[in-house]
């Protein structure tokens, strides 16, 4: 009995070994058969995650803490906004988080409270396609903070159909630009007396092709959303070296950023509102898009290195 059950134990091993090889046979003559495929899949591969890590861009290592100091951004719910948060919050500070809707303001605040173990993150509202939000949310921040050390104007509107603010300005302008010029200059006295501290606003490269349209500005004879937003992020620039020239000798730097082309809520909306085919013609350079991660860190870069304390009425990339 013993010796019977010796042999079948064998003859199965033997059985398996067979198997295996044949399986490992087949497999070689697979990869024979379509190495050049395989190859040229794993390269390609390997070449699309370095040119991701490339497009990426460089990363803020700068491990300057902000102890103490007090940090308003605005659109900070969402994409490289809240990203902003996160690393500010990290780093120490007291971030203001400054949103139209409160209440998916505050749920991002308590998940990144509970992620970063930060309490010292609040939120304010702000709509800065109403000129009185952005009035009351000056007063308020007058009225509770002694400090503002970095105000980052990060927020944009949506780019689509045409839209008017609460004041009638076009959306582009009326939020990109306009609404953060009013925020920003109603709380200069707060910044120089919080000095040195810094003002950053988020432009875009699209700024290159942008014109300003004096004689139309919120484009009601002809209207294009990126026409519209070039312009705004046009604004946006000249807005930023002007100020900058203004605030020689106050102690307040100002520098505008652009975060790269990142894949968020508002490039979501942007798609949506294009024809099929537009969307299928860049389907396949969505490789080549930012995460909010990597798009919040020029932003970082120049809210927290030393080394730009001083500099002042530039433009990041």
């Given at each position: 009995?013993?010796?019977t059950?010796?042999?079948?134990?064998?003859?199965?091993?033997?059985a398996?070994?067979?198997?295996?090889?044949?399986?490992?046979?087949?497999?070689?003559?697979?990869?024979?058969?379509?190495?050049?495929?395989?190859?040229?899949?794993?390269?390609?591969?390997?070449?699309?995650?370095?040119?991701?890590?490339?497009?990426?861009?460089?990363?803020?290592?700068?491990?300057?803490?902000?102890?103490?100091?007090?940090?308003?951004?605005?659109?900070a719910?969402?994409?490289?906004?809240?990203?902003?948060?996160?690393?500010?919050?990290?780093r120490?500070?007291?971030?203001?988080?400054?949103?139209?809707?409160?209440?998916?303001?505050?749920?991002?605040?308590?998940?990144?409270?509970?992620?970063?173990?930060?309490?010292?993150?609040?939120?304010?509202?702000?709509?800065?396609?109403?000129?009185?939000?952005?009035?009351?949310?000056a007063?308020?921040?007058?009225?509770n903070?002694?400090?503002?050390?970095?105000?980052?104007?990060n927020?944009?509107?949506?780019?689509?159909?045409?839209?008017?603010?609460?004041?009638?300005?076009?959306?582009?302008?009326?939020?990109?630009?306009?609404?953060?010029?009013?925020?920003?200059?109603l709380?200069?006295?707060?910044?120089?007396?919080?000095?040195?501290?810094?003002?950053?606003?988020?432009?875009?490269?699209?700024h290159?092709?942008?014109?300003?349209?004096?004689?139309?500005?919120?484009?009601?004879?002809?209207?294009?959303?990126?026409?519209?937003?070039?312009?705004?992020?046009?604004?946006?620039?000249?807005?930023?070296?002007?100020?900058?020239?203004?605030?020689?000798?106050?102690?307040?730097?100002?520098?505008?950023?652009?975060?790269?082309?990142?894949?968020?809520?508002?490039?979501?909306?942007?798609?949506?509102?294009?024809?099929?085919?537009?969307?299928?013609?860049?389907?396949?350079?969505y490789?080549?898009?930012?995460?909010?991660?990597?798009?919040?860190?020029?932003?970082?870069?120049?809210?927290?290195?030393?080394?730009?304390?001083?500099?002042?009425?530039?433009?990041?990339?």
């Amino acid at each position: 009995m013993k010796r019977t059950l010796v042999i079948t134990s064998t003859e199965a091993a033997f059985a398996t070994a067979t198997v295996s090889y044949e399986c490992f046979k087949s497999a070689l003559q697979f990869l024979s058969k379509h190495m050049y495929v395989i190859a040229g899949v794993a390269v390609a591969g390997a070449s699309i995650l370095i040119l991701r890590n490339w497009l990426a861009g460089g990363v803020c290592k700068c491990l300057k803490r902000l102890d103490g100091k007090t940090v308003i951004i605005t659109g900070a719910n969402s994409g490289i906004g809240r990203e902003t948060v996160r690393d500010m919050a990290q780093r120490g500070a007291r971030v203001i988080m400054a949103c139209r809707d409160l209440q998916k303001s505050e749920l991002v605040a308590e998940q990144l409270r509970e992620s970063i173990c930060n309490d010292n993150i609040v939120v304010y509202r702000l709509d800065l396609a109403s000129l009185d939000s952005i009035h009351c949310f000056a007063k308020e921040i007058m009225e509770n903070e002694v400090r503002v050390d970095i105000l980052i104007n990060n927020a944009g509107a949506p780019i689509g159909p045409r839209e008017v603010t609460e004041d009638g300005f076009e959306l582009q302008i009326g939020v990109n630009h306009f609404g953060h010029f009013l925020l920003t200059i109603l709380l200069l006295d707060l910044l120089k007396g919080s000095a040195p501290s810094r003002i950053i606003n988020v432009s875009s490269r699209a700024h290159r092709i942008g014109k300003i349209r004096f004689n139309d500005i919120n484009m009601k004879e002809c209207y294009d959303p990126l026409v519209a937003y070039c312009q705004s992020k046009l604004a946006n620039i000249l807005f930023t070296r002007e100020l900058a020239r203004r605030m020689q000798g106050t102690g307040v730097t100002v520098n505008a950023v652009h975060p790269g082309i990142l894949w968020t809520a508002m490039t979501r909306t942007m798609m949506c509102n294009q024809p099929l085919w537009v969307r299928l013609l860049v389907a396949p350079f969505y490789i080549c898009l930012k995460t909010p991660k990597q798009g919040a860190q020029t932003t970082i870069h120049c809210a927290v290195d030393p080394e730009l304390e001083t500099v002042s009425g530039q433009y990041f990339r």
